[in-house]
């Protein structure tokens, strides 16, 4: 699979996903008079998570369904939002950063690790052969 090609499919896959998530988190602030930002933003995760499972399987990867792959995808998200946290408060609270900013870097950090994780391990051993060009 060509990487830049297949780089970009993520990058688009992960604007799809964080869209969603938080137009999720906006909807459940909106219609709870937002009374809990953390319950809103964890329904706005696991929908962005779970559509960013099917849109990295199918689109960026090209790789079969099986309940490993879920079961790894779940692991990389996981861990990806335990290094975004402890990098931010890193750089927020520890280092005196702006938020926004230090948001973008650890956005950065976040999406390369995620991205060599998912295709080294999460769609690895599942991926569709590609059709032959002529």
């Known amino acids: 699979m060509n990487s830049p090609h297949c780089l970009l499919r ?4 992960g604007l799809v996903a964080t869209g969603a998530h938080y137009l999720v988190m906006l909807g459940s602030l909106n219609w709870t008079n937002h009374e809990n ?6 329904l706005g995760a696991l929908t962005g998570m779970t559509i960013g499972y099917a849109l990295n399987r199918r689109f960026t990867f090209r790789a079969n369904a099986s309940a490993a792959s879920v079961a790894r995808y779940a692991t990389v998200s996981v861990l990806a939002l335990a290094v975004n946290g402890a990098l931010l408060g890193l750089l927020t609270s520890n280092m005196g950063l ?37």
């Open 98 to 134: 702006a938020v926004w900013p230090s948001q973008l870097v650890v956005t950065t950090v976040v999406f390369g690790i995620t991205y060599i994780a998912n295709r080294n391990w999460s769609f690895a051993c599942q991926r569709r052969p590609q059709s032959l060009k002529v």
């Open 10 to 13: 993520y990058a688009i896959s």
């Open 37 to 42: 930002a953390v319950v809103a933003s964890t």
